[in-house]
């Protein structure tokens, strides 16, 4: 297995999750790591993005509320989700492309009731 995700669950608005995601080690260093979301009936998209070197990139809407991060003794990728809305439900993502090659995890839902 390559990337592993958890930490999904149902939560109410204004509430916190953090998502882990193991990440295998030989595709851990040198690489881009980012979790996107898919929302029921919708396209999967971009949350946040990181570098090996550490920069970060985060979808517009989610910036202030989300904070991605890489542990590199855990081999684990991040996403702290603070202020949690309704509108942030669905199944999450990590992803890596290292090399010419990308790989997924199997996704974790998250539930964020009004």
């Known amino acids: 297995v390559q990337l592993q995700a958890f930490g999904g669950g149902v939560v109410q608005a204004g509430g916190s999750l953090r998502l882990s995601c193991a990440v295998s080690r030989t595709i851990f260093n040198n690489n881009i790591m980012a979790w996107y979301r898919q929302a029921p009936g919708k396209q999967r998209d971009l949350v946040a993005r990181i570098t090996s070197g550490g920069s970060t990139e985060y979808a517009d809407s989610l910036k202030g509320r989300f904070t991605i991060s890489r542990d590199r003794a855990k081999y684990t990728l991040y996403l702290q989700m603070n202020s949690l809305k309704p509108e942030d439900t669905g199944v999450y993502y990590c992803?890596?492309?290292?090399?010419?090659?990308?790989?997924w995890g199997q996704g974790t839902q998250v539930t964020v009731s009004s």
């Open positions: 992803n890596v492309q290292y090399t010419i090659r990308e790989y």
